[in-house]
């Protein structure tokens, strides 16, 4: 696991910007599996500035994760944060991106067609997740065993109360549908990025504890090219 730390929020998020440009740069169909949530909005932003028209027509990028029941077009859906901060203002041609559907009546098929999206591909090149303070990683909650392909789960009480920030109004959040820990071990290079005090002390459990489902964050560990990028605030304790 390799760990790189950068004095703010601002140089992480160039940082990260530059690195996945230049990755689809050098592979233009590159398959990319993209989160949501606060750190990698200003990633994204900067992407929108830095990248070149058309840039992202021949790749394929998969959503991380879904709320189950919250409609694509909530501003706390996550394919609403990755649409509005990078895809629409690229211009980036639906047809080269897919998100779970939160909605569906089947989510079995759901997490099948996305498991078959990923594995048609031989797997992501570069998948790039946040870490929640219990240490879950996308949707996948302490104790999902590290050899899960797309599932459903029971969000953790901490998980509902901390998403509850991309919403306006209080909003019930009970299950969320995600890429498992699997896809993550067989992406050619997966990155956890950090920002915050706040984080400070999962990601020290991450890297000092042993390979755990009860933690799933530590399956970074095991990664052939796991990597976390923190800032200075995030990597205080490691």
């Not at 996945?20 to 900067?46: C, E, F, M, Q, W």
């Not at 933690?215 to 205080?236: C, K, M, N, V, Y």
Request: overall charge negative.
């Amino acid at each position: 696991m390799q760990i790189e730390t950068f004095e703010n929020p601002e140089a992480l998020a160039l940082h990260t910007a530059q690195y996945i440009i230049d990755l689809v740069r050098n592979k233009p169909d590159a398959t990319l599996i993209l989160t949501s949530g606060d750190t990698p909005v200003h990633t994204y932003k900067l992407i929108t500035q830095m990248a070149e028209p058309g840039l992202f027509d021949k790749t394929t990028i998969v959503g991380l994760d879904e709320w189950v029941g919250i409609p694509p077009t909530s501003e706390g859906s996550c394919r609403y944060i990755v649409e509005e901060n990078l895809l629409k203002p690229l211009n980036v041609n639906p047809e080269v991106y897919t998100f779970f559907d939160g909605l569906s009546d089947d989510l079995q098929s759901e997490c099948k067609r996305i498991d078959k999206i990923l594995l048609d591909k031989g797997g992501a090149d570069f998948m790039i997740v946040g870490i929640g303070l219990n240490g879950h990683i996308g949707l996948n909650e302490p104790g999902t065993p590290f050899d899960l392909y797309c599932h459903v789960s029971q969000l953790a009480d901490i998980t509902v109360s901390v998403g509850q920030k991309y919403f306006k109004e209080n909003t019930a959040l009970t299950q969320g549908i995600t890429v498992g820990l699997k896809h993550l071990m067989e992406a050619k290079t997966a990155v956890i990025i950090a920002s915050g005090a706040r984080k400070a002390g999962i990601l020290k459990r991450t890297v000092e504890e042993k390979p755990d489902p009860e933690l799933p964050s530590t399956i970074f560990q095991l990664h052939a090219d796991g990597r976390i990028w923190a800032d200075e605030a995030a990597a205080a304790l490691i």
